[in-house]
């Protein structure tokens, strides 16, 4: 039996309201100075080089002022210079926001743009991989004022800006544009080898690349994210995003349990006493070592057909792994109408404990309680989490778990993470009873 529900996906672009018959604003070429071949003949877009970094604890990662302040000052810039020209279809920065009381403190916001901003479309869920479809809503299709630069690696190993570079399509580079519909302040997408029309499927190049932002970016408070459809994807074009938020998101205050060391450095763990269970992986030799163990995992999940979504934290030192339920279960009828009504679709955002509410009503009434109970219907059961696992370390192979977690101290066994304290409260998590 196929499952389809019914979408109302989030607007990311404003030409995506035109595909469904509104005017197209003239320009040339097609009219709407889009990527496609009509209109990116000659076109020149600003050029961030990075520069490749191996090493994920030595000093290749280390904050070095000029590349982090000036890649920072580039997003937040050239996203300021968009909302300045009228591209966004609202105003986040007007969204009141506030921490919910708690151990956790989940972070709540009223957002009712995005709520109001949709279109109706059909979406399968019980697919993770479908193939790309050039007839629906893709990145091609934006216009070239939403891009802000074009993200590559350097040539010469050294962070270089370029900003009138040419658009080299054969080589199909990657893009950092706006989403017109954002959740927080500097809300981007990472669009990798765009031209290349990829289906919204992880790779090892292009998780490679988002690990390569984060690094570059230098700031903990700036995360990407990635949802596979069936997880609240919403557009079948591989894409990344990511913003600022400065306060740690409950996912990564939450303590974990190790699992495994694995050759490279690279340590797994479980979380714990979170309301979605998940993987967390850390470390690494080099940044390829982390980012080649969690692609594998991805693509476990991908061709086992398992939902999931990813959150990269830590500048891209550590990375969450988070396999989810939801859609399968609200296409079965086994949520509550009542979490329903909210319609917060718990994409990667939700799950790390930033709550993005859609009515007042919702708003007012936030509780940890609340976030709790909509997040725990997001996870798998313990007995399938633990299957879904078997398959990742046999793709992964690791043949064995960690033999001395049962000697080791529970302060080594179970840890719990620290962060930068800007909010008041308690660190610590809690089991909810």
Same mark, same amino acid.
């Given at each position: ?288 070592? $982390?980012?080649?163990? +969690? %692609? ?5 999940? *991908?061709?086992? /057909? ?5 959150? =990269? &934290? ?59 109970? $909509?997040?725990?219907? +997001? %996870? ?5 989490? *633990?299957?879904? /696992? ?5 793709? =992964? &192979? ?36």
């Amino acid at each position: 039996m196929m499952l389809k529900i019914k979408r109302v996906p989030t607007v990311v672009s404003n030409y995506q309201k035109e595909e469904a018959g509104e005017a197209a604003r003239p320009v040339g070429g097609c009219g709407r100075n889009c990527l496609k071949s009509c209109c990116i003949q000659d076109a020149k877009l600003p050029l961030y080089a990075f520069k490749k970094i191996s090493k994920v604890n030595g000093k290749d990662l280390a904050y070095e002022e000029p590349p982090v302040a000036f890649l920072e000052s580039l997003v937040l810039g050239e996203w300021e210079d968009r909302m300045q020209r009228g591209l966004f279809r609202y105003d986040v920065t007007a969204c009141e926001t506030k921490v919910i009381p708690g151990e956790y403190g989940f972070i709540a916001q009223l957002n009712e743009g995005r709520h109001l901003k949709k279109r109706p479309t059909e979406f399968q869920v019980d697919k993770v991989l479908q193939p790309f479809d050039e007839n629906k809503f893709n990145f091609t299709k934006v216009g070239q004022e939403e891009v802000l630069f074009q993200f590559e690696a350097s040539d010469d190993g050294e962070v270089q800006f370029f900003p009138n570079a040419p658009i080299d399509v054969d080589n199909s580079p990657s893009f950092v544009a706006i989403n017109v519909s954002p959740i927080e302040y500097g809300h981007v997408l990472l669009i990798p080898r765009i031209f290349e029309c990829l289906p919204q499927r992880i790779d090892h190049d292009s998780f490679l690349l988002a690990l390569h932002m984060a690094a570059e970016a230098g700031n903990p408070y700036f995360r990407l994210g990635y949802n596979s459809l069936g997880a609240f994807a919403t557009i079948n074009h591989l894409h990344f995003q990511a913003y600022y938020l400065a306060m740690p998101f409950p996912i990564e205050k939450a303590p974990t349990k190790k699992i495994a060391n694995l050759n490279g450095g690279v340590k797994i763990s479980e979380l714990m006493k979170y309301p979605v269970r998940g993987l967390v992986f850390e470390g690494g030799d080099t940044l390829e070592d $982390l980012s080649n163990i +969690v %692609s594998d995992a991805c693509i476990c999940l *991908q061709n086992n /057909n398992i939902p999931y979504n990813v959150l =990269i &934290a830590d500048c891209g030192r550590q990375v969450f792994l988070l396999p989810q339920c939801y859609a399968e279960k609200q296409a079965l009828g086994e949520v509550d109408a009542e979490l329903l009504d909210t319609q917060v679709n718990p994409a990667v955002w939700e799950i790390s404990g930033h709550m993005v509410l859609k009515r007042k009503k919702d708003y007012d009434e936030a509780s940890e309680a609340n976030a709790w109970r $909509l997040l725990a219907e +997001v %996870s798998l059961s313990e007995e399938r989490f *633990q299957e879904v /696992n078997a398959l990742i370390f046999e793709a =992964i &192979a690791l043949d064995e778990l960690d033999d001395n977690l049962q000697c080791l101290p529970e302060g080594d066994a179970v840890n719990s993470n620290t962060y930068p304290a800007v909010v008041a409260g308690s660190q610590e998590c809690v089991v909810l009873q």
